[in-house]
């Protein structure tokens, strides 16, 4: 696998959101932008996917955060903190998980002008772009990226990977549950996405 895994040449992501039932019949297809990035593993191009949408979602929402407090630990938004009132410092703002997810699967119905930029988000170059899916024709197995489901999910599991101080501490306690479960049945789609890559 290891042989395989470097041949990668992965700059197409193809995803789709919700699961079962709530599964979306469309595709959202992400090319690397002029062919400019090429990633050699699946994880790799999903991550760079996942800062691309984190750039997206700051820019086009305004995300309702939280923050933890540094005095009493809990988690608290506003300026200062709820509980007992000490000022909250912005860097320690976290991404809510269901909500980031809910925004990537919002994606499945945007058009051109409520998508926005697709060059800049955020202050970064962005590396994925939504408008080239005709690259995805003649495409090689090891220059496509599938993901059948939960997208949103996995690719706020892939950002927090990055950054994982925009993780609160209920949803670390969640997914370090999920990874460590014996039985395997009740790990995230990233987490099984990332043990079949290595
Ligand atoms: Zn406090």
């Known amino acids: 696998m290891a042989n395989k895994k470097a041949k990668g040449k992965y700059h197409i992501v193809m995803m789709c959101c919700g699961y079962v039932e709530s599964a979306m019949t469309s595709w959202i297809i992400y090319t690397s932008a002029d062919g400019r990035d090429v990633f050699k ?34 988690e608290s938004s506003g300026q200062f903190c709820s509980k007992c009132g000490t000022k909250l410092s912005l860097d320690k703002q976290t991404l809510d998980r269901e909500q ?12 051109c002008d409520s ?8 202050g970064t170059r962005l590396t994925f772009w ?12 090891n220059e496509v990226v599938l993901i059948p489901e939960n ?41 099984r996405m990332k043990l079949a890559d290595e």
Request: glycine share 4%; charged share 30%.
């Open 41 to 74: 593993t699946k994880i790799d191009a999903v991550k760079a996917l996942a800062f691309d949408m984190y750039n997206k979602y700051v820019d086009e929402t305004d995300p309702s955060t939280t923050m933890r407090c540094d005095s009493c630990k809990k």
């Open 100 to 111: 980031f997810a809910d925004w990537i699967m919002s994606l499945h119905s945007s058009c």
């Open 115 to 122: 998508y926005g930029d697709s060059e800049y988000a955020n």
């Open 130 to 141: 939504p408008w080239r899916a005709e690259e995805i024709v003649g495409a090689k197995e």
């Open 151 to 191: 997208a949103g999910f996995v690719l706020a599991d892939a950002l927090y990977d990055q950054k994982p101080e925009l993780m609160d501490e209920e949803t670390r306690l969640e997914l370090e549950h999920c990874l460590n479960n014996d039985d395997g049945l009740h790990k995230t789609d990233w987490q």
